[in-house]
């Protein structure tokens, strides 16, 4: 299975500003995913970063709020802009293994105050 | 909504006795995956079962598939204090590797 890392662990942030979540993974994966669970909810998918282009954004969610960086086969990032409390959630990346399971990453806990 | 059914909601039970929790989903999948979350932290995996499989075990956990009736259920036998978690089944979405997940069962396994 594939070991993946996540920074921050948490945050507490204030209104109106935004955060960069990174995800490292320790090897090479064609797709990355960023999942957001809110209080007390499952997992929704926000988007799908594949390497070398853009993200592929899911219904209710849109790169300017939640613009994702791939610059390479083991790391990615998304940012929360503009929080509101509202975005208070944990967010979560994911890979899929050769056998398709998919792994997630420790996930980071966002307070929006 | 895409998301399938997780069925019990909550689920409390003494330690040694056996769970079960199960899930219904809407669309064909290829495959579908069971996980295991403590307390709002990272997602554990614990199974991956395949759309043409009707039974896989791992350890104490048995899962196990129906296609016809689009429902999937997960069993832990002999139950301990550890597996007091959030259970989540999720199914691949339309033949695509992103996830739909069940809105979850909350085990508490009792001492």
């Known amino acids: 299975s594939a070991v993946i890392s996540q920074k921050p662990s948490r945050d507490i942030c204030q209104r109106g500003t935004s955060l960069t979540i990174q995800c490292q993974v320790d090897s090479q994966v064609t797709m990355m995913f960023w999942y957001r669970q809110q209080p007390g909810q499952s997992l929704t998918l926000i988007a799908t970063?594949?390497?070398?282009?853009?993200?592929?954004?899911e219904s209710g969610f849109v790169i300017d709020k939640f613009p994702i960086s791939r610059p390479n086969l083991t790391f990615s990032t998304l940012t929360v802009s503009n929080m509101s409390p509202e975005d208070s959630s944990i967010y979560l990346c994911?890979?899929?293994?050769?056998?398709?399971?998919?792994?997630f990453g420790p996930g980071t806990r966002l307070t929006v105050t | 909504s895409q998301q399938g059914e997780e069925d019990p909601q909550a689920l409390s039970i003494q330690e040694g006795e056996n769970a079960t929790m199960n899930c219904s989903y809407k669309t064909s999948i290829n495959n579908l995956q069971w996980y295991r979350q403590n307390s709002g932290r990272g997602l554990v995996h614990l199974i991956l079962?395949?759309?043409?499989?009707r039974e896989k075990h791992s350890g104490r956990l048995r899962v196990t598939l129906d296609t016809s009736k689009k429902s999937s259920s997960l069993l832990i036998t002999a139950s301990r204090a550890a597996d007091t978690a959030s259970y989540f089944c999720a199914t691949d979405y339309q033949g695509a590797q992103k996830l739909v997940f069940g809105q979850g069962t909350r085990l508490t396994i009792n001492p």
């Open positions: 970063a594949n390497q070398g282009s853009e993200a592929t954004y």
């Open positions: 994911s890979v899929i293994s050769q056998g398709y399971e998919q792994y």
């Open positions: 079962i395949r759309s043409n499989e």
